[in-house]
């Protein structure tokens, strides 16, 4: 199982679960919860005035690994908060971990580590790049010995 995040500097997001991310059964489609992780990125990327098309034009950042514990159920129309962690950066990687919780508790846990790639690479030439500057400034603030308080509603 992965570790649990509370009690760390981190991102918070509150939501609830929408149709399009459940199955027949009005329950949450396990890629939904992918779907949802990285809307939360990208939402604490824009609350701290960045974008992933910022660096588009220079490097990609493909998830390479990714893992998930799902420990109870989410429904349709049910609320919930994501909680996100910056787990390592590295000058090429890093890792970010995902937890769902909701008033009954831990809902899921998901990590998934990104490898900066040139945005012009071609199939033939596998290689990884640096990862952008204002990007490693962003995720320091989701590392434990950050000082932001990083709510989000």
Not at 41 to 66: C, K, M, N
Not at 68 to 77: E, F, W
Not at 113 to 140: C, F, G, K, Q
């Amino acid at each position: 199982m992965l570790p649990n995040l509370l009690g760390q500097s981190v991102f918070r997001y509150a939501t609830e679960l929408k149709l399009r991310d459940t199955d027949a059964a009005g329950v949450a489609f396990f890629a939904a919860y992918y779907a949802i992780a990285h809307d939360v990125y990208e939402s604490f990327l824009h609350q701290h005035g960045a974008s992933l098309t910022t660096w588009l034009s220079q490097v990609h950042l493909p998830i390479v690994h990714s893992e998930a514990d799902y420990t109870a159920p989410l429904r349709l129309g049910d609320s919930f908060e994501v909680i996100l962690r910056c787990d390592r950066i590295g000058e090429r990687s890093f890792t970010l971990t995902y937890e769902f919780t909701s008033a009954v508790g831990s809902l899921a846990q998901l990590k998934t580590i990104h490898v900066a790639v040139p945005s012009r690479m071609t199939s033939e030439e596998v290689v990884s790049a640096l990862l952008p500057e204002r990007l490693r400034e962003l995720l320091h603030q989701l590392q434990p010995d950050s000082s932001s308080d990083g709510n989000h509603k």
